[in-house]
């Protein structure tokens, strides 16, 4: 590598950037699980990313067999909820702020959290054969992120069926539904982004940074306010009530959750 860069290992992610790109790899074995060390770890990368002018896209990746199971169920409780909520929030407005190309390459297990982040990026490379879905609504719990951009993304009714029922959608049906760009079989994955690459690569970073900031799928201040509105919804409303407390309890009990309605 040259004198412009940088690779590194941190405790959940690693970084490597050789301009004009920088690679995230999720690294939390064995599923990538968001926990706010994560969420830490990527809010410090992304902010040496952007101020990197050398740099014009960003690729994010997971490590093992999953992109991301989602975020850690165990930060759901009352007592580190908020925090969880506000740490992930900022990774995802960053993702959307950044006048980088982001990219998402997807492959196995892309959950709830780690959905969220997948969409948010530009451009998103899926194996056909990967587990996309926003499982919260069975721990009693909602998916913010998705739902204030999931719709602009695929459509209402699309986006109240993944979020309202849980249900796992392969690779191919997320790129057929528009949640992805496009779906590669497996051993194809790497080949699909590096010709991407290759091609912004040729443009110029600037033109590149404008236009994305032109042509983006939600506006900043509707996303903002829309998210806004659905994390104090979370916190307000959902996180006070008897079922999305036993949902968690029962996912860290590893049983059926016994809903009460209340």
């Known amino acids: 590598m040259g004198p412009a860069s940088v690779a590194s290992e941190l405790g959940r992610i690693t970084l490597e950037v050789v301009p004009p790109a920088a690679r995230i790899a999720l690294r939390h074995a064995p599923h990538n699980v968001i926990d706010v060390a994560m969420m830490e770890e990527l809010a410090a990368a992304l902010a040496e990313i952007e101020i990197r002018p050398d740099v014009s896209a960003i690729v994010i990746s997971g490590h093992g067999k999953a992109f991301s199971a989602g975020v850690d169920v165990a930060a759901h409780v009352p007592d580190k909820i908020e925090e969880m909520l506000a740490k992930f929030d900022a990774v995802i407005r960053t993702f959307v702020a950044s006048k980088k190309v982001t990219i998402a390459a997807v492959h196995g297990p892309c959950l709830g959290g780690g959905a969220e982040l997948a969409m948010v990026c530009d451009l998103v490379y899926t194996t056909d054969t990967a587990q996309w879905g926003f499982p919260e609504i069975k721990l009693g719990c909602y998916p913010p992120v998705a739902c204030t951009a999931l719709a602009a993304l695929v459509g209402q009714k699309r986006a109240a069926e993944l979020i309202l029922t849980g249900r796992t959608i392969s ?19 790497s080949a699909a982004v590096e010709e991407c690459l290759d091609g912004l690569r040729k443009l110029s970073p600037v033109a590149l ?54």
Do not use: N
């Open 171 to 189: 690779g191919e049906e997320a790129a057929e539904i528009g949640l992805a760009t496009r779906a590669v079989p497996e051993g194809e994955l």
């Open 209 to 262: 940074a404008v236009t994305k900031k032109a042509s983006y799928a939600w506006d900043s201040m509707h996303f903002d306010k829309g998210l806004a509105r659905a994390e104090r919804l979370y916190l307000d409303d959902l996180m006070k009530t008897e079922d999305a407390q036993e949902g968690i309890r029962a996912f860290m009990e590893k049983r059926e959750p016994k809903w009460t309605g209340k």
